[in-house]
């Protein structure tokens, strides 16, 4: 496979990705997730990111089989070399974008994580502050009339 193919390749992977990551975030800032949405997303993230992790492993043994050195500066080298250096350079920043919207992700899934705990704290400790004793009888007996005047 050609060095440019395979970053054709990853670039239409890293298009997806970056899409999934949009309708992630999108799922993220419902009221009510739905979670099997979310579920479907997360694996097909999990099979998009193994798949360009093979692709990307395959682009580094064509750039190491043509005699280029290892890393950003022997591919940015093969690229050029090979007449792809646009298909390399966005490539670059697709992964850069694909980047951020993971960190975005991951900062809006830890809000709402944090949120559903504040949440079920607070229905704790309204449930420690029961009405009613073990007896089933009210504990507190408010506006009681003394009738024996």
Known sequence: MSLASLLTNQQQRLDS???LLSSEQNLLTQGDIDGDALSQVALDKQSLLAE?????????????RLGYAQGAN?????A???GCH???????EKS????????????????????NQAMLDYIRQIAEKTLYKPDG???AQPGRINASA
């Not at 360009?52 to 190491?64: A, C, D, F, G, H």
């Not at 022997?74 to 093969?78: D, F, I, Q, S």
């Not at 646009?86 to 670059?92: G, P």
């Not at 850069?96 to 949120?115: F, P, Y």
């Open 17 to 19: 990705l970056i899409s």
């Open 52 to 64: 360009l992790e093979r692709i990307e492993t395959l682009r580094r043994n064509v750039q190491e």
């Open 74 to 78: 022997g591919a940015r080298a093969a």
């Open 80 to 82: 050029h070399d090979a």
């Open 86 to 92: 646009t298909a390399w350079e966005s490539l670059l």
């Open 96 to 115: 850069e974008r694909a980047s951020r919207m993971n960190e975005l992700t991951g900062q809006m899934l830890s809000v709402r994580m944090k949120h």
């Open 137 to 139: 009888r009210n504990s």
